[in-house]
């Protein structure tokens, strides 16, 4: 990593920048309060914010170290202490498996906030000018020295970096293409499905209305599943989360269906019983998991 000299100096971060910065702070301490409130906000809208955010005790904490270090933006002293405690910051985002993405887009809405208190705070164009081109200095050094944790860790090989490379890029195209391989078994289980529709519509033309009609509805959720499924796979290969949901609904329709082909044998009262708290087991897991998804 590089030291701080350096990194201010590639940002051409001057003295002047710290002490227009330092000037700041005042008026940045009266909106410190206002910034951690929309920052967390802000960063509730991430869909995994949950994971990182999970109890007021953890928010709590979160907040005063964000007010600290939003503080620390205008402390107008950025030498070797600075550095190390945002070198630190950096390091437990990567312990977190904290996204960049989210770094990258959070620095983004603290850009912005600061952007609208310079509006509001100062009228003078030419100088509220200045002042944000210090502030988006020490932005960025701060956004370069979280990022330099991200690339720390990506270098930590446990054979070299050539080999890991190559063995990552032909687990991927091995996964990719059993995933092809899978979507290909989807369509043509889809089409087998769809002959057994077919099939159980001759039982109702046969007279058999009964059993006609619940094997026929069997093979409706059979076709369902079959498509769920295929829509699932589908958006997995186009980068989409693994979704489990999807798999206990199919494995809700495959006990209704099993349901429906029991209930044409009367013997079978006992199997139908359990059957049945299968479904009520699998319906409140489906609940548990889709409260937990939204």
């Given at each position: 990593m590089e030291n701080i000299e350096t990194i201010k100096a590639h940002y051409h971060f001057t003295d002047e920048d710290a002490s227009i910065l330092m000037r700041l702070r005042p008026v940045m301490e009266r909106h410190k309060d206002v910034f951690v409130d929309e920052f967390y906000g802000f960063v509730r809208e991430?869909?995994?914010?949950?994971?990182?955010?999970?109890?007021?005790?953890?928010?709590?904490?979160?907040?005063?170290?964000?007010?600290?270090?939003?503080?620390?933006?205008?402390?107008?002293?950025?030498?070797?202490?600075?550095?190390?405690?945002?070198?630190?910051v950096g390091e437990a985002h990567v312990k977190i498996s904290l996204h960049a993405h989210y770094v990258n887009a959070a620095f983004h809405f603290v850009k912005l906030f600061i952007h609208g208190v310079l509006h509001s705070e100062i009228e003078d164009i030419p100088t509220r000018a200045r002042i944000l081109e210090s502030v988006e200095k020490?932005?960025?050094?701060?956004?370069?020295?979280?990022?330099?944790?991200?690339?720390?860790?990506?270098?930590?090989?446990?054979?070299?970096?050539?080999?890991?490379?190559?063995?990552?890029q032909l687990a991927n195209r091995f996964s990719h293409g059993l995933n092809l391989v899978l979507v290909l078994g989807l369509v043509l289980l889809g089409f087998m499905v769809m002959g057994l529709f077919a099939y159980d519509l001759l039982h109702i033309l046969d007279g058999d209305i009964e059993r006609g009609l619940l094997s026929t509805l069997g093979s409706l959720l059979m076709l369902w599943v079959v498509i769920e499924l295929m829509d699932t796979e589908?958006?997995?290969?186009?980068?989409?989360?693994?979704?489990?949901?999807?798999?206990?609904?199919?494995?809700?329709?495959?006990?209704?269906?099993?349901?429906?082909?029991?209930?044409?044998?009367?013997?079978q009262v006992e199997a139908q019983i359990s059957l049945i708290a299968a479904v009520a087991v699998l319906g409140v897991v489906y609940w548990l998991v889709a409260k937990v998804d939204n």
């Amino acid at each position: 990593m590089e030291n701080i000299e350096t990194i201010k100096a590639h940002y051409h971060f001057t003295d002047e920048d710290a002490s227009i910065l330092m000037r700041l702070r005042p008026v940045m301490e009266r909106h410190k309060d206002v910034f951690v409130d929309e920052f967390y906000g802000f960063v509730r809208e991430f869909e995994d914010a949950h994971k990182f955010l999970k109890d007021e005790a953890t928010v709590a904490r979160h907040q005063e170290a964000l007010k600290g270090w939003f503080i620390k933006l205008f402390s107008g002293s950025y030498g070797n202490h600075y550095h190390a405690e945002l070198h630190k910051v950096g390091e437990a985002h990567v312990k977190i498996s904290l996204h960049a993405h989210y770094v990258n887009a959070a620095f983004h809405f603290v850009k912005l906030f600061i952007h609208g208190v310079l509006h509001s705070e100062i009228e003078d164009i030419p100088t509220r000018a200045r002042i944000l081109e210090s502030v988006e200095k020490i932005l960025d050094i701060n956004l370069d020295m979280f990022t330099s944790s991200y690339i720390e860790e990506e270098k930590k090989f446990f054979f070299s970096q050539k080999v890991e490379s190559y063995l990552v890029q032909l687990a991927n195209r091995f996964s990719h293409g059993l995933n092809l391989v899978l979507v290909l078994g989807l369509v043509l289980l889809g089409f087998m499905v769809m002959g057994l529709f077919a099939y159980d519509l001759l039982h109702i033309l046969d007279g058999d209305i009964e059993r006609g009609l619940l094997s026929t509805l069997g093979s409706l959720l059979m076709l369902w599943v079959v498509i769920e499924l295929m829509d699932t796979e589908i958006k997995h290969l186009k980068g989409g989360k693994f979704a489990i949901k999807v798999f206990i609904s199919v494995a809700l329709v495959a006990v209704i269906r099993k349901i429906l082909v029991t209930s044409l044998k009367s013997e079978q009262v006992e199997a139908q019983i359990s059957l049945i708290a299968a479904v009520a087991v699998l319906g409140v897991v489906y609940w548990l998991v889709a409260k937990v998804d939204n």
